[in-house]
Nanobody, 126 residues
C-alpha cells in the first residue's frame, strides 16, 4: 500500500499563488508516476497535471498550462504543484495520486491511477 498526504491548500485572492505538496510513504518502490487532480463542488474529478518518475516528462490540463508547474523530489518521495495566477474557477479540492506504471497510455481518467490522498482545499476569491 501507498499512503499520500497533501498539504499547502488554503484561501488566496485571484492572481495569487499557492504551492501544494504531496508526501508519499509506504510501499512506494521506484518508477511510479505522480499526478494532481481536482474536484469542484458538483463536478467530476478532473486531471490537472502528471509527472513521470524521472521528472523529465510532464503533462498538464489545458486549463492550467502556463500557470501551474508540477515537480517532484524522489529523495523525499514528495511531489509539488506550484500554482500561479490563480483564478476563482481553480477553486476545488486538490488530490494527489500515484500510479505504478509510467505515463504512456491513458492517464487523464481517475481510474487510471492506483492510489489517492485525502485532498486539500484550494479556494480562490475574486
Amino acid at each position: 500500500q501507498v499512503q499520500l498526504v497533501e498539504s499547502g491548500g488554503g484561501l488566496v485572492q485571484a492572481g495569487g499563488s499557492l504551492r501544494l505538496s504531496c508526501a508519499a510513504s509506504g510501499r512506494t518502490g521506484t518508477g511510479y508516476s505522480m499526478g494532481w487532480f481536482r474536484q469542484a463542488p458538483g463536478k467530476e474529478r478532473e486531471f490537472v497535471a502528471a509527472i513521470a518518475w524521472s521528472g523529465g516528462t510532464t503533462y498538464y490540463a489545458d486549463s492550467v498550462k502556463g500557470r501551474f508547474t508540477i515537480s517532484r523530489d524522489n529523495a523525499k518521495n514528495t511531489m509539488y504543484l506550484q500554482m500561479n495566477s490563480l483564478k476563482p474557477e481553480d477553486t476545488a479540492v486538490f488530490y494527489c495520486a500515484v500510479r505504478r506504471v509510467g505515463l504512456s497510455g491513458v492517464i487523464r481518467p481517475p481510474v487510471a491511477w492506483d492510489y489517492w490522498g485525502q485532498g486539500t482545499q484550494v479556494t480562490v476569491s475574486s
